[in-house]
């Protein structure tokens, strides 16, 4: 069964703080992908990435950063964390293979204080 | 700039109702267009993917429709339960074929008993 799993479902920081997000999968795929969700706001795409070691901006980067040293593990961080960033936030993965099928984690609620 | 709209925002059914959910895409260049289900405070579940080739596919009671012509794509949810509550987005890919995704701000559906 498909699964990507995101480690943290809640967190609590505070402002100026440096946040890590994990996300992994075990499906093989090539894209993974960092959104933000916020009420009026819908689904905002952060980073997103196709293969190790790549990735391009998405609609909202700014703030953000992003790695992906290995093709299971995609990690947003955050490096200076501000109230603003409160959100949650859905990793998602996706294979050109597979018809490009997108898959979702749970999600990470972030509080920042 | 691909925009993507789904009207009503919200929607409250009686159960047994046959209903559709409509989303609105500004360019036909899609690549895909696949439908999710989210439930309260969770990560989003992939209902149906239609590929731009193809003009509907189903799942059990859920049939979803496109037509790129009018940049229009429509889910039909057939004898709705109160188990069917919870936002429906839509979403497209644009014609590359990296998976990025443009979502709708969601349909949140009430089915009541």
């Known amino acids: 069964d498909v699964k990507v799993t995101q480690s943290s479902r809640y967190l609590v920081k505070r402002t100026g703080e440096k946040v890590f997000l994990e996300c992994v999968q075990d499906?093989?795929?090539?894209?993974m992908f960092w959104y933000r969700q916020d009420p009026g706001l819908g689904l905002r795409l952060i980073y997103f990435?196709?293969?190790?070691?790549?990735?391009e901006k998405g609609d909202i980067p700014e703030g953000y950063s992003v790695s992906r040293e290995k093709k299971e593990r995609f990690s947003l961080i955050l490096e200076s964390a501000s109230t603003n960033q409160t959100s949650m936030y859905l990793c998602?993965?996706?294979?050109?293979?597979?018809?490009?099928?997108?898959?979702f984690g749970e999600g990470s609620w972030l509080t920042v204080v | 700039k691909q925009e993507v709209t789904q009207i009503p925002a919200a929607l409250s059914v009686p159960e047994g109702e046959n209903l559709v959910l409509n989303c609105s895409f500004t360019?036909?260049?899609?690549?895909?267009l696949q439908w999710f289900r989210q439930d309260p405070g969770k990560g989003l579940t992939s209902l149906l993917l239609?590929?731009?080739?193809?003009r509907e596919q189903t799942s059990g009671r859920l049939n979803a429709s496109l037509d790129k012509s009018s940049g229009r794509s429509t889910l039909y949810i057939a004898a709705s339960q109160p188990g069917d509550s919870a936002t429906y987005l839509c979403?497209?890919?644009?014609?590359?074929?990296?998976?990025?995704?443009?979502f709708g701000q969601g349909t949140t559906l009430q089915v009541k008993p």
């Open positions: 360019d036909s260049a899609i690549y895909n």
């Open positions: 979403a497209v890919h644009g014609s590359s074929n990296t998976g990025k995704l443009i």
């Open positions: 499906m093989d795929h090539e894209n």
């Open positions: 990435s196709y293969d190790v070691k790549m990735k």
């Open positions: 239609i590929q731009s080739s193809q």
């Open positions: 998602a993965s996706s294979s050109t293979v597979s018809g490009n099928t997108i898959y």
